[in-house]
């Protein structure tokens, strides 16, 4: 590196610290090496720096800084993002600048909850369990729910649209968002942190944020509607012989506990034989039986406290066996601890297939009427092309959103497996979900991992309104270069 | 007009009528007049013609002539907005542009429903009831609902994010849209119709479409998510004498019917005497008994069948007497046709205030705590600053969206008042909106009748984002001028 450039570095981080104290401008390899990697150590890259502002005013001043030496800018909270969105490129990169990592960790208060009108209005430093708890400490309750709860955090979930357990009944993050603080690509503060659920006065410019990975500007603080905590919780699962079978039984859930019904989950025989080979979190909840071709997991989040709910839910599944449902066998959980025994199984599928090494992983969504269709044609065309594959299929049926595995046949090396077949299989896969007008990203985003199916999702109308909205707000490209736009 | 300008605008309408058929470019009085005035008769323009497209490659063509001869654009569906933001500007603005009005109104077909995703495809002509109508033949819901329903379309919906009475548990109509087809001011068809509950690709554009009045494309069709139809339904009234009283019982029913709540309305005495004198829908819901200060409507959607919901609500409404929660009187509906009687005295209050004269009309929305103290301060200022002047306030407490409408005092003149009166009472409430944080739009739009306000919601980095947004997607400002930005 010339040693002009070299300066003017040297000069740029100086005033980063001068605005906002030398410690938070963190140089050394340690801090580095941590936030320079992505959380499954897919992508690694290079920064300048890891700067650690307090504020949204101490953003703003690192965002005017950046502006005026010409460098580019990656947000990161809990760095728990699964496409590879919040971290830095590699210098071999076409699309390399000088970059530094602003990290939001110090932005973690939660500024208010209002009781009467029900919200939250918290930074965005703030990991998702500790709004959780805030919220639940008063009486209240923020229904989004992820396995990374504990590490993400609240602006992570909103610049990737987190989706979570709970969607089918309280949607995903940007619907629970009512109000965004944002530091503009200009270093401006837009601070719009009404807890209104009606206002219509022009462009409702947080959804432009919301879901956009940081390219757009950082969040620094948002306001969320939050909910009653539910007086009866129940969990249920039912196993069935086919994914149509899963989808009737969805209708008529949804017909006969309205919305009371907050879960549904899919989970096949072959995620379930995995879960008791590698990290079993205890007896089958279906005893002696073997687990069904299907376990669909029902969640239930109620008004009515658990001993009527546990009847009126025993009555109406009661009552699908005579509509000519077919339902191969049925276990209701009695208590709390039961329900979460049924969610370990569930919550224990990536664990296992962690544990017996890597797969090919797709996160899609599809109409939920297309996925038989999608499942019958796609697994055809995958065991046809790579005979002994394992397909292990799981996910949140009721939003048509599954996590669609592809483990290597047994005794072949993962390695080998994902040099010589990922590429092809993502092929198959994706295609066969662009057909049906399904998402090659339901919940996880774009990040660099997905970049090169974005035109396929957005046409090149879309594209081109994308791309000339990033050029008119960050006409440097400094926010997040080389991430999905 | 000079002969080359004239003959410019000649050009442009006789290739309107190559491009989609000469029956279907409409420049005769009748037509215009109808289609120049909004649905208030409060603003009246000038237009080329009117022109009705029969699909949306008839809409990308005349949007492209328009563009080729600098022909501004005005859609148009049922024009019952309540701003004017589907009315064409008068010659005398400031911002007059030679403009033509697109009507929609021949993309009427509901292109596809599908039940087992639970979705719509529609195109934006048709009207809301259309829509509901479609969906409730093969036994779906579609939750939207407003006064103007059997004309207002769906593309007018969308452009203004309607509300209605059901927002409580279903949101608004941004929250039901799940994908869009657009027009772009280029005279693309921007086509993503994906009928899809997680797709995190991208920005989500379709959110800077819906709400935006018309100022950045035209809105030709749309796909809805749908819910089973509620197999139980009540309506109950509840008398309290405070707004803090209404709160309580709000949040008490939340938590104790879950989501099944889905409206919660109040009028107050004014209101119901209002309809009593003018247009009383039949004998009072509460017998000899006095109107109380404050009635509460209301509403459930169930799963559960109309008997057994009925017990319940009626057990819960025991139990809140127990919790000391203040309810006066307590009327529930014992049939679906008592249940409209109910809401019939709800919906026939703008119907009594317009047999009664006109009056200075707000329809705003505040933090839901924010509301007692709201009125508190208002009221007294107003009554301070006008005595005798009536408070006609009523609308979905739920949502912390108000109508808040000032009648003058009984005798004085409704002209004379609201030459003398409206824009001080508007400075006056408006003021007391933004000093909690709330809306001077809930669900109305700003279209011309606020944008004197927009500023002050958005602020200025807010109002600057907009206005870099509006610039680069419609450079030449042929898209509804005058409206909104």
């Not at 306001?223 to 039984?249: C, D, E, M, N």
């Not at 994902?418 to 007008?437: A, K, P």
Request: aromatic share 6%; with cysteine.
């Amino acid at each position: 590196m010339p040693n002009c450039l070299n300066s003017h570095y040297t000069d740029f981080l100086r005033a980063c610290a001068t605005a906002i104290g030398q410690q938070y401008v963190l140089t050394d390899d340690f801090n580095l090496k941590i936030a320079c990697v992505d959380w499954r150590k897919r992508y690694q890259g290079t920064a300048l720096a890891v700067i650690r502002p307090a504020n949204s005013d101490d953003v703003a001043n690192i965002v005017r800084l950046c502006v005026q030496y010409g460098i580019a800018i990656v947000t990161q909270g809990g760095n728990t993002g699964l496409c590879g969105g919040a971290t830095p490129l590699p210098i071999e990169s076409d699309e390399y600048k000088p970059q530094i990592i602003i990290s939001l960790q110090r932005l973690n208060r939660v500024l208010g909850v209002d009781i009467d009108n029900a919200t939250v209005t918290v930074e965005a430093g703030c990991t998702l369990q500790e709004v959780q708890q805030a919220v639940a400490e008063v009486g209240l309750w923020f229904p989004l729910s992820l396995a990374s709860e504990g590490t993400c955090t609240i602006g992570g979930n909103l610049s990737t649209n987190a989706g979570g357990t709970a969607v089918l009944r309280y949607g995903n993050t940007r619907d629970l968002c009512l109000g965004l603080e944002v530091v503009t690509p200009k270093g401006d503060v837009w601070c719009d942190l009404r807890g209104l659920r009606k206002n219509n006065t022009g462009y409702d410019l947080k959804h432009l944020f919301i879901g956009a990975e940081g390219t757009l500007g950082i969040i620094t603080a948002a306001t969320f509607k939050l909910f009653p905590i539910p007086r009866g919780q129940l969990t249920v699962l039912v196993g069935v012989s086919t994914i149509t079978q899963a989808i009737q039984l969805l209708r008529y859930l949804q017909a006969h506990m309205g919305a009371d019904l907050s879960g549904f989950e899919i989970m096949s025989v072959a995620c379930m034989n995995l879960v008791a080979q590698y990290c079993s979190p205890g007896p089958s909840p279906f005893g002696d039986m073997p687990w069904p071709e299907i376990t669909v997991l029902v969640q239930l989040d109620s008004g009515i406290e658990f001993p009527q709910l546990l009847d009126r839910m025993a009555e109406v599944l009661d009552a699908a066996q005579i509509e000519n449902l077919t339902l191969q066998s049925i276990v209701l959980a009695h208590s709390a601890a039961q329900g979460q025994q049924f969610w370990a199984w569930r919550e224990h599928i990536p664990l296992a297939q962690a544990a017996e090494g890597k797969n090919v992983k797709h996160d899609i969504a599809l109409p939920i009427s297309a996925i038989p269709d999608f499942l019958l044609s796609c697994n055809q065309r995958l065991t046809d092309e790579f005979p002994g594959i394992r397909l292990i299929t799981f996910g949140h049926l009721g939003d048509g959103n599954l996590h669609y595995n592809v483990a290597p046949p047994l005794g072949i090396s993962t390695a080998l497996f994902l040099e010589q077949c990922e590429e092809e299989i993502n092929t198959i896969v994706y295609e066969e979900v662009l057909l049906r007008n399904g998402s090659v990203s339901a919940e996880h985003g774009i990040g660099q991992l997905k970049r090169e199916w974005l035109q396929s999702m957005k046409g090149a109308t879309g594209l081109n309104m994308m791309r000339i909205i990033k050029q008119v707000l960050d006409p440097q490209h400094l926010f997040n270069p080389g991430k999905m736009i």
